[in-house]
């Protein structure tokens, strides 16, 4: 599959599923998964989760800048930069993000999160 298409739906994907049901995001990550959300460690897919779900806000919109992309190692990974806006319920202005994925292949095919890097990006 061609990486660009294969970041494009990867990145359609997590933020919808982010957007409308957090708890969904479970399946793209496994035990060995790291997530790292503004400088906290949390390392495995039930604690991830419980740490998406547990963030302040319960409604959010994120809106897609860039993606960038790059295969990773000889065992098929990919890396996957974005950038772009979230907008909060009840919030005038947006908040700037970055996020890197480090995706694997599974030996059924598809991909999951190995690590996970957000950072809001303040002005």
């Known amino acids: 599959m061609d990486p660009d298409a ?8 997590y933020y919808s599923t982010f957007d409308t049901n957090r708890s969904g995001l ?3 990550y496994q035990e060995s998964s790291m997530l790292t959300f503004e400088g ?9 989760v419980n740490k998406l779900t547990s963030l302040p806000f319960d409604q959010c919109k994120h809106t897609i ?4 992309c790059q295969p990773s190692g000889p065992s098929g ?15 005038q202005h947006a ?3 970055s996020q890197m994925f480090h995706l694997m292949p599974t030996p059924q095919g598809s991909f999951y999160v190995y690590n996970d ?3 809001l990006n303040y002005a």
């Open 117 to 119: 890097i957000f950072r």
């Open 6 to 13: 294969l970041s494009k739906a990867f990145v359609d994907h």
């Open 77 to 91: 990974g990919m890396l996957v930069f974005v950038s772009g806006n979230l907008q909060l319920a009840g919030e």
């Open 95 to 97: 908040l700037k993000f």
């Open 40 to 48: 906290q460690k949390t390392q495995g897919s039930q604690n991830i």
């Open 26 to 28: 479970s399946t793209l």
């Open 65 to 68: 800048t860039t993606v960038d």
